[in-house]
């Protein structure tokens, strides 16, 4: 076997969470007066903490924010985005991601969530994986968020494994970057699949099976 473990990254690898991000960062975006925010936008925001996302939305504007501000803001797009969380159940969990997550488990491997997002341990307790995971390490025990490897090295670490032992499933390029630097083989799903730091460019979430076999 190639790897003792899997970390997976949560929004838009395991559930898709990071459309309900980009609606909510438009919603903001629209309150804030800038109303040319788009998706190619939000791909900058992909794996990046909540205030550098911010950031992304704030550069399109032409007025200054203090600190305050700033972090008024971010907790206003983050009530957006919770609405849309708590509408989420089991029934957003798709098929494939469910039946791949069990496959790996039973074919030995550890199973491990590396998240930048705080709003962990409440979307993975929608999707009823509250208790999956072998390990979960998320925005709430880090200092550093992505292209920064804190997260995947935390949650190497909670599964006693070292980062080569390890595969990264990501759909960000700032993810992979993560990844990559932390010594980790990165297997790069969506927007991740086209990036050319990624070790296992993939299709269908299914397709880990073959890498890690
Ligand atoms: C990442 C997303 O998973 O979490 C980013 O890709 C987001 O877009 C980050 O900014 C932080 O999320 P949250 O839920 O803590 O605001
Ligand atoms: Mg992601």
Redesign the pocket.
């Known amino acids: 076997m190639k790897f003792k473990g899997v970390i997976f990254?949560?929004?838009?690898v395991i559930c898709s969470t990071?459309e309900y991000?980009f609606l909510a960062w438009k919603a903001l975006a629209d309150l804030i007066g800038v109303t040319d925010f788009s998706r190619e936008d939000n791909k900058l925001?992909?794996?990046?903490?909540?205030m550098?996302?911010l950031e992304v939305v704030l550069r399109k504007s032409d007025k200054t924010y203090t600190d305050e501000q700033k972090i008024a803001l971010a907790e206003t797009?983050?009530d957006i985005?919770k609405n849309m969380l708590e509408k989420m159940s089991e029934k957003d969990l798709d098929g494939e991601v469910l039946s791949t997550l069990n496959k790996l488990r039973a074919n030995g491997l550890k199973l491990a969530i590396g998240?930048?997002?705080?709003?962990?341990p409440f979307i993975l307790e929608r999707l009823g994986l509250g208790l999956f995971f072998d390990a979960v390490a998320d925005?709430n025990c880090v200092t550093k968020?992505k292209p920064d490897p804190e997260v995947f090295l935390k949650a190497a670490e909670y599964l006693s494994l070292n980062p080569e032992d390890c595969l990264v499933v990501e759909d960000?390029v700032a993810g992979v970057q993560a990844g990559v630097a932390g010594g980790f083989k990165v297997a790069g799903i969506g927007e991740a699949s086209k990036y050319e730091k990624t070790t296992y460019p993939i299709a269908s979430f299914s397709d880990l099976l073959k890498i890690t076999k």
């Open positions: 990254d949560l929004d838009g990071d991000h925001q992909r794996g990046v903490s909540r550098e996302s797009k983050n985005y998240s930048s997002s705080k709003n962990t925005g968020s960000a």
